[in-house]
């Protein structure tokens, strides 16, 4: 009995070991993000929801977001390097 229970305890601990192995948990090869200021973007920047629609629709980055750069706020693009 002692080794029916031993072996199904180790099956069941391989089986954890596996199923913690799925895709979310793999490294994968990513790309460096770079930013850059706005190109296209002029004045304070208020809101990060349009400064990230600007820099995709118009400057064809990943991403963009509003950051402090003295004196103010100025929209930040996010590209792959």
């Given amino acids: 009995m002692a080794k029916f229970?031993?072996?199904?305890?180790?099956?069941?601990?391989?089986?954890?070991?596996?199923?913690?192995?799925?895709?979310?948990?793999?490294?994968?090869?990513?790309?460096?993000?770079?930013?850059?200021?706005?190109?296209?973007?002029?004045?304070?920047c208020n809101s990060s929801a349009n400064c990230n629609k600007q820099c995709r629709e118009w400057e064809d980055a990943k991403h963009g977001a509003c950051h402090f750069e003295f004196p103010g706020f100025a929209c930040f693009c996010y590209f792959n390097c």
């Avoid at 601990?13 to 190109?39: H, N, Q, T, Y």
């Fill in 5 to 44: 229970v031993s072996t199904v305890a180790l099956l069941f601990a391989l089986f954890i070991l596996l199923a913690s192995f799925d895709e979310g948990m793999m490294p994968m090869a990513e790309a460096k993000v770079c930013s850059k200021r706005s190109k296209t973007w002029s004045g304070f």
